[in-house]
C-alpha cells in the first residue's frame, strides 16, 4: 500500500470517529433535552396542582384574602375579599392596590386614617400585625397581615379580613346580661338582709324567753342556724355586687397579721367544732403588719378555714399559718379534705364554680372563693390555690404587701 493509500485509510478512520462521536454526542444530548423536558413537564404539572389548590384554599375558607407582592401589586384574591368589601370587578381585575385600598377605604367615616395605617404597615415592614376595623355600616372586621418572605427576601404581603360582627355583638349582649344579673342579685340581696335580719332577732328573743321545752328549743337551734347561713349567703352576694360595681370601699388602717389570723379563727369556730375538725395556728412574728382593712382580711381568711371544714370529712385537721417572704406577709391554708382536680384550679375562684363532690350534698353559691380574690387583688396582693388532686387534700396561699406608711 503506498503512502498516499495509507493517508487516505487514516484520514478515512478518523473521520468515521468523529462521525461516531458526534452521533453518540447528539443522542446523548437528545437524551438530556428529553429528560429536561420531561422534568418540565413534571414541574409545571406539580405547580398547576399546587396553584389549584392554593386556588381551593383560598375559596374555601370563610376569611376574606388578599396576596400582595412587595411593590403592593395585588397577586391573588378569593370571592369573599370582593363580597366583604363590595369591590367593582373592574377594579379587581386591575391588579393595582392602590384602587382597591381606596375603594375600601370609602367605606370608613375616616378614610384618612385608614389608608394611613396601611401606608404604616408596609413602612415598618412588620412580620405581622393586626387590626380591629369598625366600618361606617356597623360592621366589625378584623385585619390580620402577615409578610411573605423566601430566602430571608421579603416577596409580599397577605392580609386575611373575617367579619366579627355578630361575635362582639354576642359579646356585648353577654356582658349586659351579666351586668343585669349582678344588679338582680344586689338588689335582691339588699331585699333580703332585712327581713333575715327580723327573723334572726325574733327567734333569739323566743331562745331566751320562749318554753323551756327541748324540743322547741332544738327546732329553734336550727331556725338560727339557717338564719345565719342565709344571712352569710346574702352578706357573699352583696359583696359580689360591691366588687363587679367598684362600689367596694376599704377602709384601711396598721393592723398586726397575728390579729387578724385570731379574729377569722374565732369566727370560724362554731363550724369547725360541729365538725369536729382540729384548727392549728402558727402565728407570724408579732412585729409584722399590713396595711389593710381589717375587717376584709379576716373575711379572707374565715372564708379559706370555712372552705376547708366544708370540703373535708368530719374529723379533720385544718392548719393556719402565718410568715413574712420576700416582703410579703403569706398566709396559708392547709387541709386533708377531698383536694382540687387539677384541671378546676384555674377556674376555682370564679364566681358560681363548685367543686362536685360524689355522696355529698355543699352549701353555698360558690361565690365566696371569687370575694377572696377579689378582697386580696384590691389589697394589691395574690391569691393561689394548689393541690395534688382529688382526695389528696389542698392548700390556698393569700400574698399580701408588708404594712407600709400609705402617702398622705
Same mark, same amino acid.
Given at each position: 500500500?503506498?503512502g498516499?493509500?495509507?493517508?487516505?485509510d487514516? %484520514?478515512? !478512520?478518523? *473521520?468515521?470517529?468523529? +462521525? &461516531?462521536?458526534? @452521533?453518540?454526542?447528539?443522542?446523548?444530548?437528545e437524551? $438530556?433535552?428529553?429528560?429536561?423536558?420531561?422534568?418540565?413537564?413534571k414541574k409545571?404539572e406539580?405547580?398547576?396542582?399546587s396553584?389549584?389548590?392554593?386556588?381551593?384554599?383560598?375559596?374555601?375558607?370563610t376569611?376574606?384574602?388578599?396576596?400582595?407582592?412587595?411593590?403592593?401589586v395585588?397577586?391573588?384574591?378569593?370571592?369573599?375579599?370582593?363580597?366583604?368589601?363590595?369591590i367593582?370587578?373592574?377594579?379587581?381585575d386591575?391588579?393595582?392596590h392602590?384602587?382597591?385600598?381606596?375603594?375600601?377605604?370609602?367605606?370608613?367615616?375616616?378614610?384618612?386614617?385608614?389608608?394611613?395605617?396601611?401606608d404604616? %404597615?408596609? !413602612?415598618? *415592614?412588620?412580620?405581622? +400585625? &393586626?387590626?380591629v @376595623?369598625?366600618?361606617a355600616?356597623?360592621?366589625?372586621? $378584623?385585619?390580620?397581615?402577615?409578610?411573605?418572605?423566601?430566602?430571608?427576601?421579603?416577596?409580599?404581603r397577605?392580609?386575611t379580613?373575617?367579619?366579627?360582627?355578630?361575635?362582639?355583638?354576642?359579646?356585648?349582649?353577654?356582658?349586659?346580661?351579666?351586668?343585669r344579673?349582678?344588679?338582680?342579685?344586689?338588689v335582691?340581696?339588699?331585699?333580703?338582709?332585712?327581713?333575715?335580719?327580723?327573723?334572726?332577732?325574733?327567734?333569739?328573743?323566743?331562745?331566751?324567753?320562749?318554753?323551756p321545752?327541748?324540743?322547741?328549743?332544738?327546732?329553734?337551734?336550727?331556725?338560727?342556724?339557717?338564719?345565719?347561713?342565709?344571712?352569710?349567703?346574702?352578706?357573699?352576694?352583696?359583696?359580689?355586687?360591691?366588687?363587679?360595681?367598684?362600689?367596694?370601699?376599704l377602709?384601711?388602717?396598721?393592723?398586726?397579721?397575728?390579729?387578724?389570723?385570731?379574729e377569722a379563727?374565732?369566727?370560724?369556730?362554731?363550724l369547725?367544732?360541729?365538725r369536729?375538725?382540729t384548727?392549728?395556728?402558727?402565728?407570724?412574728?408579732?412585729?409584722?403588719?399590713?396595711?389593710?382593712d381589717a375587717?376584709?382580711?379576716?373575711?379572707v381568711?374565715?372564708?379559706?378555714?370555712?372552705?376547708?371544714?366544708?370540703?373535708?370529712?368530719?374529723?379533720?385537721q385544718?392548719?393556719?399559718a402565718?410568715?413574712?417572704?420576700?416582703?410579703?406577709?403569706?398566709?396559708?391554708?392547709?387541709?386533708?379534705?377531698?383536694?382540687?382536680?387539677?384541671?378546676?384550679?384555674?377556674r376555682?375562684f370564679?364566681?358560681?364554680?363548685?367543686?362536685?363532690?360524689?355522696?355529698?350534698?355543699?352549701?353555698?353559691?360558690?361565690?365566696g372563693?371569687?370575694?377572696?380574690?377579689a378582697?386580696?387583688?384590691?389589697?394589691?396582693?395574690?391569691?393561689?390555690?394548689?393541690?395534688?388532686?382529688?382526695?389528696?387534700?389542698?392548700?390556698f396561699?393569700?400574698?399580701?404587701?408588708?404594712?407600709?406608711?400609705?402617702?398622705?
Open positions: 500500500m503506498t498516499d493509500e495509507r493517508e487516505n487514516l %484520514i478515512r !478512520s478518523v *473521520a468515521l470517529q468523529n +462521525a &461516531s462521536s458526534i @452521533l453518540i454526542a447528539r443522542q446523548r444530548a437524551q $438530556e433535552l428529553l429528560e429536561a423536558k420531561q422534568a418540565l413537564e409545571t406539580e405547580l398547576a396542582q396553584l389549584s389548590m392554593m386556588r381551593a384554599t383560598l375559596e374555601s375558607t376569611d376574606a384574602i388578599l396576596v400582595t407582592d412587595e411593590q403592593g395585588i397577586t391573588d384574591f378569593n370571592e369573599n375579599f370582593v363580597e366583604m368589601w363590595r367593582p370587578r373592574e377594579i379587581m386591575s391588579r393595582q392602590r384602587l382597591v385600598r381606596d375603594a375600601i377605604s370609602q367605606r370608613f367615616e375616616n378614610p384618612k386614617q385608614y389608608d394611613s395605617r396601611i404604616e %404597615i408596609y !413602612s415598618a *415592614a412588620a412580620p405581622q +400585625a &393586626s387590626d @376595623l369598625e366600618l355600616d356597623g360592621r366589625i372586621i $378584623e385585619r390580620f397581615s402577615k409578610v411573605q418572605s423566601v430566602e430571608g427576601r421579603i416577596v409580599g397577605v392580609w379580613f373575617r367579619d366579627i360582627t355578630e361575635r362582639r355583638l354576642t359579646e356585648k349582649a353577654l356582658i349586659e346580661a351579666d351586668r344579673k349582678d344588679e338582680f342579685l344586689s335582691l340581696a339588699h331585699e333580703l338582709r332585712n327581713p333575715l335580719a327580723a327573723v334572726l332577732m325574733a327567734v333569739r328573743l323566743l331562745q331566751r324567753k320562749g318554753p321545752d327541748p324540743a322547741l328549743q332544738n327546732l329553734r337551734a336550727i331556725i338560727v342556724r339557717q338564719t345565719l347561713l342565709l344571712t352569710k349567703l346574702v352578706d357573699d352576694l352583696l359583696d359580689v355586687g360591691r366588687i363587679t360595681t367598684g362600689k367596694m370601699r377602709e384601711k388602717k396598721h393592723v398586726a397579721l397575728n390579729t387578724i389570723l385570731k379563727a374565732e369566727v370560724c369556730t362554731l369547725i367544732e360541729r369536729n375538725h384548727l392549728s395556728v402558727q402565728f407570724a412574728d408579732p412585729s409584722l403588719s399590713l396595711y389593710v375587717a376584709r382580711i379576716v373575711q381568711v374565715s372564708n379559706l378555714l370555712n372552705n376547708a371544714a366544708k370540703y373535708m370529712n368530719d374529723g379533720g385544718i392548719e393556719l402565718a410568715s413574712e417572704e420576700d416582703g410579703n406577709a403569706v398566709i396559708r391554708v392547709r387541709d386533708k379534705g377531698f383536694g382540687i382536680p387539677r384541671e378546676m384550679l384555674d376555682i370564679q364566681r358560681f364554680v363548685q367543686i362536685s363532690t360524689p355522696g355529698r350534698s355543699v352549701d353555698g353559691l360558690g361565690i372563693l371569687s370575694v377572696v380574690k378582697l386580696v387583688e384590691r389589697h394589691g396582693g395574690t391569691v393561689e390555690a394548689a393541690s395534688e388532686g382529688l382526695g389528696k387534700g389542698s392548700e396561699i393569700v400574698r399580701l404587701p408588708v404594712s407600709v406608711e400609705p402617702n398622705e
